[in-house]
């Protein structure tokens, strides 16, 4: 392993390497590619050679191929691009890995198609065991409407039925599910949730934000140890397939924590996780004398997450302005000024950094406060404070974060896949949202965020979402906020690393830095950029090894 600090680059030759080279024997040389490198000493090279999980030297084929050893593997790119390991730098993969695992996806085109899927999944389910579904999304079915109470009682009759919405900020319950958390049409809503009745009074089935705790309290948590590990193992199988090399679990608990840490172990682990941990569990982690940083480059302990307003694809979103069709409607908190200060200071006060998920505009003032205030109180030299979404700006919001170095990690992949939730926006609304222009030439820097499951992932329809802002049917959104494919990959790499204060370990191709990289099937900077998204991610590596390969 090589220190940072005995860095030195040879760069007579135009490559770039550690010193002393003679002490250096590759373990892997990936030589005749064309590598984007994301270091403007050397943006672009042949070749790279790997010691250690880490690179050694980058350059041209000849000079970094004179560096072989015995022991030297050589891989012939065959001209192929490469690129830096993606960096998602707000997701959920643990608890997604476990969904994919267990529940019912429920990312079907009509509700009769998730009656039917639900249906199925009753049929193999012991009586009275719930039935829970996943990734539902009512702009995506043929029905034009919220799935109901009805629909989910005439599929399934005897078990109680639990589906949540792709936005995660809404569930939808049977009348079992209703009867077994113990709330009745006569149940008043509580503190910052509710559950939906229609005109009669009649639970409509929907159930909003915090009303969930009356579910999540009574659904058992039926996953072994294992089961958690072998959650993370599908995910990272299914996100490092797509060109993704390190992620931000942006919610995690001390469970998902250990997840990773034992999948790791059992060498399950493809890709690098900056864990989050939720707003409910950090008391328990202060005690603990846990701060953001623990861990090593595989698993680290990220900031606190806490949550102040609801979801862009549920229409949740805290804004200024009605949603459009809906006059009366703004949107909704999910906590009060007042607790996400409280909590959020006592967490930076003990050495956390701060991820505040904030989707309207008016959240995101409301959470900058908190950030301005804290940051007076307690002067904390590179905070790096993040903004979680941060979906619908304004020129003070810009301003505001700028004085702070507010990290935003808008979402990359929505305006190509959820275009159709985009018209409760409008085209106005469009050109302040997911403001990744906007962001780069304030002089911050965003990140590339799925926000999977609400969002879908691969790297690269991100590229594609944010470098033509349209969507899957040929409508543009916001084509102001349309950035460079270099400016993409900047955003869904080193701005990743720099998300969570690991810059100089990852983000790009340089010596010293983690060999974590993906190999493309054609070169984006060449490639139509209405057809990014079909580029074949062929291998990716981390660490070094190949974690996919097609
Ligand atoms: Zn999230």
């Not at 030195?8 to 892997?28: H, Q, R, S, T």
């Not at 009060?336 to 959240?363: M, S, V």
């Not at 205030?373 to 790096?384: A, K, W």
Request: glycine share 10%; charged share 25%; hydrophobic share 35%.
């Amino acid at each position: 392993m090589f220190e940072i600090s005995r860095r030195n680059f040879v760069v007579g030759l135009g490559a770039l390497a550690i010193f002393p080279l003679e002490k250096a024997e590759p373990d892997l040389i990936l030589h005749n590619g064309n590598f984007w490198t994301g270091n403007s000493r050397l943006p672009r090279a042949q070749a790279v050679a790997i010691s250690g999980g880490r690179f050694l030297a980058v350059g041209s084929s000849d000079e970094v191929l004179h560096l072989a050893a015995g022991k030297s593997r050589k891989v012939d790119l065959g001209g192929k691009t490469a690129l830096p390991g993606f960096i998602d730098a707000h997701c959920h993969p643990a608890v997604s890995g476990r969904m994919h695992l267990r529940q019912v996806d429920c990312d079907l085109r009509s509700i009769a198609a998730i009656q039917g899927a639900l249906r199925d999944r009753a049929a193999k389910t012991p009586p009275g065991e719930w039935v829970l579904g996943f990734k539902y999304d009512d702009t995506k079915t043929s029905d034009g409407r919220m799935l109901t109470r009805k629909d989910l009682d005439e599929a399934v009759p005897d078990h109680p039925v639990y589906v949540s919405h792709r936005g995660g900020h809404t569930d939808f319950a049977n009348s079992l599910a209703f009867k077994a958390a113990g709330v009745s049409q006569s149940t008043p809503d509580p503190a910052g949730g509710n559950f939906v009745r229609d005109s009669s009074g009649q639970l409509t089935g929907v159930v909003n934000e915090r009303a969930a705790e009356a579910f999540n309290k009574v659904i058992p948590s039926s996953y072994t140890r294992d089961d958690y590990r072998e959650g993370v193992k599908l995910i990272s199988k299914m996100m490092t397939k797509t060109g993704i090399t390190s992620v931000g679990d942006t919610l995690g608990s001390p469970e998902d924590l250990q997840a990773y840490q034992d999948a790791r172990d059992t060498g399950d682990l493809g890709m690098r996780v900056y864990c989050f941990i939720g707003w409910s569990y950090i008391d328990r982690m202060i005690a603990a004398g846990v701060r953001t940083g623990l861990g090593d480059e595989w698993v680290r302990v990220g900031g606190m997450k806490q949550v102040a307003d609801g979801a862009i694809s549920g229409r949740t979103a805290r804004l200024s302005q009605p949603y459009i069709g809906q006059p009366n409607d703004y949107g909704t908190f999910s906590a009060t000024e007042e607790e996400l200060y409280e909590i959020g200071r006592k967490a930076y006060a003990a050495g956390w950094q701060l991820g505040t998920h904030a989707n309207g505009d008016i959240a995101i003032e409301r959470v900058l406060g908190i950030y301005e205030r804290i940051n007076r109180e307690i002067p904390r030299h590179d905070p790096r404070f993040r903004m979680e979404h941060c979906t619908l700006i304004n020129d003070s919001i810009i301003e505001r974060m700028r004085a702070l170095n507010v990290i935003p990690t808008p979402f990359s992949t929505y305006v190509y896949y959820h275009g159709e939730k985009m018209q409760y926006y409008g085209e106005e609304r469009l050109k302040h949202m997911f403001a990744l222009r906007t962001f780069i030439d304030a002089g911050l820097r965003p990140t590339q965020a799925s926000d999977y499951p609400p969002g879908e992932f691969p790297a690269m329809m991100a590229l594609q979402s944010e470098v033509t802002r349209t969507d899957m049917n040929g409508h543009i959104w916001g084509a102001n906020q349309r950035v460079t494919v270099a400016e993409a990959i900047r955003v869904g790499t080193i701005n990743g690393a720099y998300a969570s204060f690991e810059e100089n370990l990852k983000g790009s191709i340089e010596p010293g830095k983690l060999a974590d990289l993906v190999v493309l099937g054609r070169d984006p900077f060449k490639e139509d950029p209405s057809t990014l998204v079909t580029i074949p991610v062929e291998r990716t590596m981390t660490g070094g090894k190949w974690v996919y390969e097609s």
